[in-house]
């Protein structure tokens, strides 16, 4: 069935959504290529509106009856700088050339959007019958080592695996990484992939050695599930949690928030943790990602503080202090830690109970 209203012989879906289909799935994204300059043949449709066009990629954005729509032409690429973007060297090359520079065979499936047909130059149909991620040349992880990473991430989303050979070009790259890459392109793909949250993902990751695209040191597999806590806690920043125990994370261009989680990550281990009180103090008002990552460390001091302690808040505050007479100090707060000892104790210390702890703490009879 087709998804756009458009139809042409040279004009075809291709890559994730023609395997999507296949396999049952939604697409998130829909790639239509036109066999040849799409940007003339966008021209040449009568009632297409032309939005955008960008001249060097080939690339067109039409809106036809109403909806929007990019379209490609077919284009070859190379890797003059390996593990960087390719270079666009040929603009309406067949379909044929526009498909072998892609990862994976399963990605190299084309969808006649005439014929409904599917063009299969390298074996994909076959692959996602036998759930095979297979590469189409030697040197595929070479010019993009984010395949290794694309590799997992399509292995956890549909239950496939490399083949043999593919596995091998995967670990003989690892042995050997090219940290002169784009790490922008390498933290997209870690966000989908640990967006995922897979425990298994996240241990093929660190045994299978692919943590060795952001650093040369090692790294063990940390004794923890964070797949089951992040279910449990919910965090809002999945991907983080899994890249931040990682050593030498700072490759990745981090946003503000996800340097902050990482900080506030590194702080917690400089801290004591000996009783209920230090373990508040130290945990509230610290994201709650962090306080995930830091499980790591101390799994059971994480889980007591988010089963048992986070939600313990003081409901008195300054006014009442104020009402009872005491001026404004640095006692306020000596008074709030006197009561808040209390209330982690027995968290069903109401207000009144807590007036009357403060008032014992500052000897009012
Ligand atoms: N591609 C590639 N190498 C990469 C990234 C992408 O060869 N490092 C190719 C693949 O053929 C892929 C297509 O570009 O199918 C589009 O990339 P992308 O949208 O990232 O992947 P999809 O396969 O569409 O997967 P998703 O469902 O995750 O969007």
Known sequence: M????????NLYYIGGVVRDKILGLESFDVDITYEGNAIEFAKSIPDAKIIQINESFGTVRINSDGKEIDIA???NETYPQKGHLPVVENIGCSL????????FTINSLAQSTLTGEIIDYTGGLDDIKTKTLRVLHDESFIDDPTRIVRCLKFSVRFGFEPDEHTKQLQDKYLQNVNYDMSYKRLKKELIETFNLNSQKAFEKFVTEKIYKLLTQADFKLPDINFENLIKKYQPKNVWIIYAGILPDIQKLPLTKTEKNIIDDFYS?????????????KNFKGVNIESIIMFAIYEKEIVEHYLDNLSQIELAISGNDLQELGIEP???????????LKEKLNNPKTDKSAEIKLAKEYFGII
């Open 2 to 9: 087709n998804i756009i209203n458009l139809q042409d012989k």
């Open 73 to 75: 032409s077919t284009r």
């Open 96 to 103: 044929k050339k526009d498909v072998l520079r892609r990862d």
């Open 268 to 280: 917690l281990r400089e801290k004591s943790y000996s009783n209920d009180f230090e373990i508040y």
């Open 329 to 339: 100090s640095n006692k306020y707060q000596k008074c709030f830690d006197y009561v």
